[in-house]
């Protein structure tokens, strides 16, 4: 059972449409972040939220921490074949100890 | 580069035998992390070093091993090895335990 679940796995849309990511767990977390990751190539950090309700912004994409610190979004406006990667969130339990989700694989057609 | 070394970057192997994984952490970071990619498990937590201590431990099998050197470098051991090990193994460092950066990692095929 994963920790954290995300949704949807595989997302498969056309340039320029709008798209959501969800990831949700029964867990608090004391922080939340969204990786990307690239075939044959580590995660790469796009951002950290930390408080619940907390949004934050990275040119077309928007990141959204829930409330309860339960759940967050990822939203990208406006996809772009560049945008094409697995998305991964991860959430900070105690020890400092990083939990990932299962990962979005994010396919932006031309 | 993102600061975080890990060599080899392939590794293949026959099962029943033993392999090391080294990671350099970016500079200045205390903390190394070990975390196991397969195709159906996602991104695994084996475990933390902070400063040359274990600091956590998550799904780590007893065949694997870790420690981290005066240096902080780490290093990963894996023995007895199964076809089921096959994986990509990522090395992450941190300087605050939030911002965690990653090796490329190191793509271990058993055979």
């Known amino acids: 059972t994963q920790l954290l679940e995300q949704s949807p796995q595989f997302l498969s849309i056309q340039e320029g449409e709008n798209l959501t990511v969800y990831c949700n767990s029964s867990s608090v977390f004391s922080s939340l972040q969204w990786y990307r990751q690239e075939p044959g190539e580590g995660p790469v950090l796009l951002v950290t939220v930390v408080t619940g309700g907390e949004v934050k912004k990275l040119k077309r994409l928007t990141f959204q921490f829930g409330d309860a610190r339960k759940d967050s979004s990822l939203h990208i406006t406006a996809a772009q074949p560049g945008d094409t990667g697995l998305y991964l969130c991860a959430g900070v339990l105690g020890a400092q100890k990083l939990v990932f989700g299962q990962g979005t694989r994010l396919t932006i057609n031309p | 580069d993102s600061g975080v070394t890990q060599t080899p970057k392939h590794l293949i192997t026959a099962t029943g035998q033993r392999v090391t994984l080294r990671c350099s952490p970016r500079?200045?970071?205390?903390?190394v992390y070990w975390y196991q990619q397969s195709l159906d498990q996602g991104l695994q937590f084996l475990i933390q070093?902070?400063?040359?201590?274990?600091?956590a431990k998550g799904n780590i099998l007893e065949r694997f091993s870790a420690q981290q050197f005066p240096d902080l470098h780490s290093e990963l051991n894996l023995s007895s090895l199964e076809l089921g090990d096959s994986a990509l193994y990522f090395c992450?460092?941190?300087?605050?335990?939030?911002?965690?950066?990653f090796g490329s990692g190191t793509r271990l095929t058993v055979v």
């Open positions: 992450a460092s941190s300087v605050d335990g939030i911002g965690y950066t």
């Open positions: 070093y902070y400063n040359g201590e274990e600091r």
């Open positions: 500079s200045g970071d205390l903390s």
